[in-house]
C-alpha cells in the first residue's frame, strides 16, 4: 500500500522540473497560453466526468483560437513586450474567449440534438416493424407468432374443438401452431386405435 507515495512524488518533481524549465525557456508563451486558455483550464478541474468530453470540446476550439497568436508571438517578437501586446489586445482576447464559448455550446447543444434525431429514427423503425408484423399475421394467421400476440391485435379466444373418444377435450390455444398439430395427431391416432382392433367378443347368452 506504499507504493503509491513514491509514484506521486516522482510526479510532482518532474512536473516542478518540466513547469521551471518552461517558465525559464517559454514565459511569455506560458503567459499567452495561461490567459488566453483559462476557460480550457477551468474545465478541467469543473468537468467530474471520467471521459472529460467537456474539458476536451471546449480546450480544443479554445486552443484553436488561441494558436494563430502563437505563431504571431513564435514568429516575431518571443519575449515579455510581445506577450503582454497579445494579452492586452482586445480582440485578440475575443477570439480565444470566443472559441472557447463556441466548445461549450457545442458540448451541451449538439447531444439533445444528436438524442431527438436518433429517437426519431428508432421510433421510425420500430413503427414500420410493427406494420410488417401486423402483415403477416394477417397474412399467415396467428401460428406464426408462436403464441406472441401482435402489438395492438386482439388476442383471439380459444377455438372450440369437437370432444375425443374417452371425453378428453383438447386444449388448442392461440398462436400454439406446433402443440395443436402434435394434439392433433394424438386426437387422429386414439381414433384409429378402435377402429383397427377386433370387436370384443359378445357376451353368452345374448341372443
Given amino acids: 500500500m ?3 507515495a513514491p509514484r506521486r512524488g516522482k510526479f510532482w518533481l518532474y512536473f516542478l522540473l518540466i513547469a521551471v524549465t518552461l517558465i525559464a525557456v517559454a514565459l511569455p508563451t506560458i503567459m499567452v497560453i495561461g490567459v488566453g486558455m483559462i476557460f480550457s483550464i477551468t474545465s478541467f478541474f469543473t468537468d467530474r466526468t471520467d471521459q472529460k468530453y467537456g474539458f476536451f470540446c471546449i480546450s480544443s476550439l479554445n486552443f484553436a483560437g488561441l494558436f494563430p497568436y502563437l505563431m504571431d ?3 516575431g517578437n518571443h519575449n515579455m513586450q510581445g506577450a503582454l501586446d497579445i494579452i492586452t489586445d482586445v480582440f485578440a482576447l475575443a477570439i480565444m474567449y470566443g472559441s472557447a ?3 461549450w455550446i457545442i458540448y451541451n447543444v449538439i447531444p439533445p440534438v444528436i438524442t431527438s434525431f436518433m429517437t426519431v429514427l428508432t421510433e421510425r423503425r420500430l413503427s414500420a416493424l410493427r406494420s410488417n408484423q401486423r402483415r403477416i399475421i ?3 394467421g ?3 407468432t408462436m403464441g406472441i400476440r401482435a402489438p395492438g391485435a386482439d388476442a383471439p379466444g380459444p377455438p372450440s374443438a369437437a370432444p375425443q373418444p374417452g371425453g378428453a377435450e383438447p386444449s388448442v390455444q392461440a398462436g400454439g401452431g406446433v402443440q395443436a398439430a402434435m394434439e392433433a395427431m394424438e386426437a387422429i391416432e386414439a ?3 378402435p377402429d383397427g382392433g377386433d370387436s370384443p367378443p359378445q357376451a353368452a347368452g345374448a341372443q
Fill in 73 to 75: 508571438l513564435w514568429s
Fill in 2 to 4: 506504499g507504493a503509491p
Fill in 142 to 144: 396467428d401460428e406464426v
Fill in 138 to 140: 394477417d397474412e399467415w
Fill in 101 to 103: 464559448a463556441g466548445g
Fill in 191 to 193: 381414433k384409429e386405435e
